[in-house]
């Protein structure tokens, strides 16, 4: 198919726009910027790109179709669609979503968020110690994801030995450069999750994975698909979002320092730094379904077309967020961004999320103050269903 071929008849020739998701104009020098950039155009477009989709540029937009799964459903969350199985809960609608939802909602409580959290904060401080005498790191691989990583692997009893396996996974699926080894790594992913499944079945512990397969589900066992969709579920959730944006923080702070001091003078305005950051460098970028024919705002669309949201498109927007751009630690509004989604699809773990990040700035930051990003060095970022740092050399007096 060309890229002529992916617009449909129906679609205004001045809604159609140049733009792919995956490799968006100027992205190598700031993925946010480029994505901004969008806001001078139409509200909602349509770009032939990744078979051809709809694109939402304002927050207000973003916020509500994130929330309104009557017209807009989650059955194909990422684009383009695919025929492997959804990942579960967050490619499944209601009524059937909250069910699944409710399997996972016990590793989410505040007594596991408090065990995993002070867990998370025994590593970061192990780390931070063992490479602060050196004067430096590469923040990603020493530090971003390791913490999240291993706390993740921990919850769901997998071996620790398995981290750079599913990171290599979750990388090419997030980021995905070629399509042969994007749909290799897709085939060793779903043996893995297979085998995970039978062993868990066979075995069960009493991890988070355990548990979900093993669960009742409106009076029976979850069949092979529903656990396969649960797993992916969670491998796609737990490997990747919170290390990127770790990576973005850190170097948002090791090119801002007055942030920095502001952060180490009055810690108490962490928590809401934390949701400060989030939205402004906001990571994921989602998708949604037209359940059937209608037109929003007026545009028309058709049923089963996909429809493109950035969260960091909802962060930036200055109808949503005075001054957008700016980083603000005592902005009133932060944590209305959409980095976690909206409405029954806001992500289960997301207090985790935060948590680990508000650990990450408290321990680093008492540690190291002052940091910079290493002189020479490059910073490697990535675009995709994440925006990824890559790359992040850092240095600090010793």
């Known amino acids: 198919m060309s890229v002529n071929d992916a617009v449909p008849s129906h679609v205004s020739p001045d809604l159609v726009v140049d733009f792919d998701f995956l490799h968006p104009a100027g992205s190598d020098e700031d993925p946010f910027l480029a994505l901004k950039r969008l806001h001078n155009g139409p509200d909602i477009f349509w770009t032939p790109h990744n078979k051809g989709h709809w694109v939402a540029t304002r927050g207000e937009d973003i916020r509500h179709i994130l929330s309104d799964h ?9 684009i383009p669609k695919s025929a492997r199985p959804p990942a579960i809960p967050l490619e499944i609608d209601p009524p059937d979503h909250m069910a699944y939802r409710r399997l996972l909602a016990p590793a989410f409580l505040p007594k596991a968020i408090s065990t995993w959290s002070s867990e998370a904060r025994e590593l970061a401080i192990s780390l931070i110690e063992g490479f602060r ?6 923040f990603m691989a020493d530090f971003a994801l390791q913490v999240p990583i291993i706390v993740f692997l921990k919850m769901c009893g997998l071996p620790l030995e398995h981290r750079e396996m599913l990171l290599e996974w979750t990388a090419a699926f997030v980021r995905p450069g070629n399509a042969e080894i994007k749909e290799e790594t897709e085939r060793q992913r779903a043996l893995y999750i297979h085998n995970l499944i ?3 079945r066979a075995n069960p512990g009493e991890d988070l994975i355990s548990r979900a397969v093993n669960a009742d589900i409106g009076g029976r066992k979850l069949n092979d698909q529903e656990a396969y969709g649960l797993i992916r579920g969670l491998l796609g959730g737990g490997l990747d979002t919170v290390a990127s944006t770790m990576g973005w923080i850190a170097r948002f702070l090791a090119e801002n320092p007055e942030h920095r001091r502001q952060l180490i003078d009055d810690p108490e305005l962490i928590p809401n730094a934390v949701e400060e950051l989030l939205r402004r460098f906001s990571v994921p970028n989602i998708a949604r379904v037209v359940v059937k024919d209608m037109v929003y705002k007026g545009v028309a669309m058709k049923e089963g077309e996909q429809i493109f949201l950035s969260a960091c498109l909802h962060g930036l927007d200055t109808e949503s967020f005075e001054n957008p751009l700016e980083v603000n630690f005592r902005r009133s509004d932060a944590r209305t961004h959409s980095t976690f989604g909206q409405g029954i699809h806001r992500c289960p773990g997301a207090t985790l999320a935060s948590s680990e990040l508000r650990i990450f700035l408290e321990e680093w930051l008492k540690r190291i103050p002052d940091f910079r990003i290493k002189p020479g060095a490059a ?10 740092v890559l790359s992040l050399p850092l240095a600090w007096d010793v």
């Open 70 to 78: 009557d017209h807009f459903s989650s059955q194909s969350a990422f």
């Open 198 to 200: 039978v062993e868990r």
């Open 379 to 388: 910073v490697r970022t990535g675009t995709g269903i994440v925006h990824g």
């Open 133 to 138: 005498p050196k004067g430096e790191c590469e």
